[in-house]
């Protein structure tokens, strides 16, 4: 900062000085202009008043229902999240018994499979061959 | 009074408040499931939360509704916060989306004038001469109701950015630089909507008859 403060500088920063939001050497410039201007002096007076009377501004109550409503519906919530997680590891169980039902059949079936390819490949060895060899009397 | 009170005496709560209790770590247990913590955080934020969204909104049952929302919110996205920033800075952070939201959608946007807002018999008091004229004594029960009552008419009546960012200066006592955090703006900004917002508040009041 350069230099004294002017009125209109001072005007403009007189909200922000007071609510304490200016810099240390800026407060201290506003302070300095406002302890020998009487108009930036009387601005900043009625600034402060405003701001006593906005402390009896009461905002808003909430309705003696809002914080049971609130809690309600977390509560469903947290129910709702329980459902999903016991269906998910109820579907997780379930996809595992699946699995291993079908790695079952699957094994049975192209075991029962390959023993039926074994069996079509072996039918001479099993048949009885006749005998051509000469016989020596 | 009570909810004024309880948005004032948080922040000051909050620096005195044990590590153990406070917002962040009640998070972390919240994001552990623990609904207890959650309800504590309600209820230290539901008068604030309710207000703030009332600033956005001028109307007190959607303002209620938008809350819900928000805490809803941070109930399901209790795991992805990271204290990185006030737990308070990312709770309103949330609830003004959803108002901003809530505004563009235009179903709530009130249009209002002064003389809609004082009816047929304004009060024509000078609140603020009796409040200077009484030094630091407080205000009578029956005054703080009226000054209440004419505040809360004057502020309804100020441009959406400036009423918010009155509300947020005023009543929940937040830093320029939070304020600018939450809306996205910078602090020059907030500089700036403050000041424009006391001229306007003033000149609301005038209109009301609360100052000359």
Redesign the interface.
């Known amino acids: 900062m350069t230099g004294p403060l002017t009125c209109e500088n001072v005007h403009d920063m007189l909200s922000a000085y007071n609510d304490g939001e200016l810099s240390d050497e800026e407060m201290r410039a506003v302070g300095e202009h406002l302890s020998s201007c009487v108009a930036c002096g009387a601005e900043s007076t009625r600034i402060a008043n405003l701001k006593r009377l906005m402390k009896y501004w009461e905002g808003i109550e909430p309705s003696p229902s809002f914080r049971e409503k609130v809690v309600e519906r977390t509560k469903r919530e947290i129910e709702g999240r329980r459902i999903i997680r016991v269906s998910k590891a109820v579907l997780a169980v379930i996809a595992v018994i699946l699995l291993a039902a079908g790695a079952f059949f699957l094994g049975r079936h192209l075991k029962q499979r390959a023993e039926a390819e074994s069996a079509k490949d072996r039918p001479a060895a099993t048949s009885p061959q006749p005998d051509r060899r000469p016989r020596s009397e | 009074?009570?909810?004024?009170e309880e948005?004032r005496r948080r922040r000051r709560q909050e620096a005195a408040r044990p590590a153990a209790d406070s917002d962040e770590a009640l998070m972390a247990r919240v994001a552990a499931?623990s609904?207890s913590a959650?309800?504590t955080l309600?209820?230290r934020y539901?008068?604030?939360l309710?207000?703030f969204c009332?600033a956005f909104i001028r109307d007190?049952d959607a303002?209620?509704d938008l809350?819900?929302e928000t805490?809803?919110r941070v109930?399901?996205n209790a795991s992805r916060y990271r204290p990185v920033a006030r737990f308070s800075t990312w709770l309103y952070r949330i609830a003004a989306n959803l108002c901003i939201n809530e505004v563009k959608k235009g179903r709530l946007r009130k249009t209002l004038s002064l003389d809609e807002a004082v009816g047929p018999d304004p009060d024509g008091t000078k609140?603020?001469e009796r409040?200077?004229a009484s030094g630091d004594a407080p205000?009578t029960e029956a005054e703080?109701r009226e000054?209440?009552a004419l505040?809360?008419r004057a502020?309804r009546h100020l441009p959406d950015d400036q009423r918010t960012t009155?509300?947020m200066?005023?009543?929940h006592g937040m830093?320029?630089q939070e304020i600018a955090e939450i809306m996205g703006v910078t602090v020059s900004a907030i500089?700036m909507r403050?000041?424009r917002a006391?001229e306007n508040?003033?000149e609301a009041l005038k209109i009301l008859g609360?100052e000359r």
């Open positions: 009074m009570a909810a004024k948005g499931d609904h959650f309800e309600v209820r539901e008068a604030p309710v207000t009332y007190r303002a209620e809350a819900q805490f809803l109930f399901r609140i603020i409040l200077a205000l703080r000054a209440s505040l809360d502020i009155l509300v200066v005023e009543y830093p320029y500089k403050i000041k006391r508040l003033r609360a």
